[in-house]
């Protein structure tokens, strides 16, 4: 079995941080990343620096990264300015994400459920007719800190709406932290059965300590992309107490004990977090890049 990891550190791990890193620091991030044998990095993302400061140069970014063969480097849009910035920055895959409830939509974006769909629909059409590969992720599939438990139905159909736009790959994202295995046991494969040859993936939050069993689950269930964020930072500015991601180091040391091929280098990726922890001059939530990967007494 193998799995395709995105690393979202660039991206969703910073943008919701106290600590501000230029341009060239998160394109060095971005960097070190590739080279610990990461197939997807969600590099940045094109959006009003205004509301989130913290990708501001997103162009920059991306101009200044070593393009590493084999890697796809992707950058999150939220509207048709947005995509051209993108396209035009030579994104290799175009990120699409909207949430499924309209109090969320209303918070993250100013429209409601309907346009959002539409406004997403429209993304992954233009992305696609400009040669680019797309990924639509549907946000607070589990849960929405405004409105609830969400329903699994509504998941689904939106990925059919994604699928029949043309979208490379439907990630269902735990925004929030909320979903626990059963969830993603029963939302996994009834998304598979929906949008038929379309790949399944997940986006996960550790808020309340259930990233990792759900990450497990879900590879059982039969997803095959999972999101995770270096040294587990991350967070989103328009939910409330929504704390890191699961973080990638950790993941790669789970699935590897699982006997899930990834392509990772561990300790390489352990070095980043460790590298990423001085510049942002804390430690960071992951445990793996503290406690090491497990070497049993006796062995070299």
Not at 64 to 76: D, M, N, Q
Not at 199 to 218: F, K, S
Request: proline letters at 7%; glycine letters at 12%; a negative charge.
């Amino acid at each position: 079995m193998r799995i395709t990891l995105c690393d979202v550190g660039p991206r969703d791990g910073l943008q919701n941080d106290p600590v501000q890193l230029e341009p060239a620091q998160r394109a060095e991030l971005v960097d070190r990343l590739s080279a610990t044998g990461l197939p997807r990095i969600e590099a940045t993302s094109f959006v009003n620096p205004k509301a989130v400061p913290r990708m501001a140069g997103a162009a920059e970014v991306m101009a200044s990264i070593e393009r590493r063969p084999g890697v796809l480097y992707a950058a999150l849009v939220l509207n048709g300015r947005g995509l051209d910035d993108a396209i035009a920055a030579d994104a290799d895959e175009i990120h699409v994400a909207y949430p499924l409830t309209t109090t969320f939509c209303r918070k993250n974006q100013n429209v409601t459920l309907e346009e959002a769909t539409q406004i997403a629909g429209d993304l992954v059409r233009g992305a696609k007719a400009a040669g680019k590969r797309v990924t639509t992720t549907l946000g607070v599939s589990f849960g929405c800190p405004f409105e609830g438990p969400v329903d699994p139905g509504l998941v689904v159909e939106h990925a059919r709406l994604a699928a029949a736009a043309g979208t490379d790959a439907v990630i269902l994202a735990d925004t929030i932290g909320v979903a626990v295995p059963t969830q993603v046991m029963d939302l996994v494969p009834r998304t598979l059965t929906a949008i038929g040859p379309v790949p399944v993936g997940l986006h996960l939050h550790n808020t309340r300590n259930t990233g990792y069993a759900n990450a497990a689950v879900g590879v059982e269930a039969g997803a095959t992309i999972l999101d995770a964020s270096i040294g587990g930072l991350g967070g989103c500015p328009f939910a409330p107490r929504a704390t890191g991601n699961i973080a990638t180091e950790d993941l790669v040391y789970m699935l590897d004990g699982m006997g899930v091929e990834t392509g990772v280098d561990l300790d390489a990726l352990i070095a980043v977090s460790e590298w990423l922890a001085g510049a942002m001059g804390r430690e960071l939530p992951g445990l793996v890049h503290r406690a090491g990967p497990f070497v049993p007494v006796g062995t070299d």
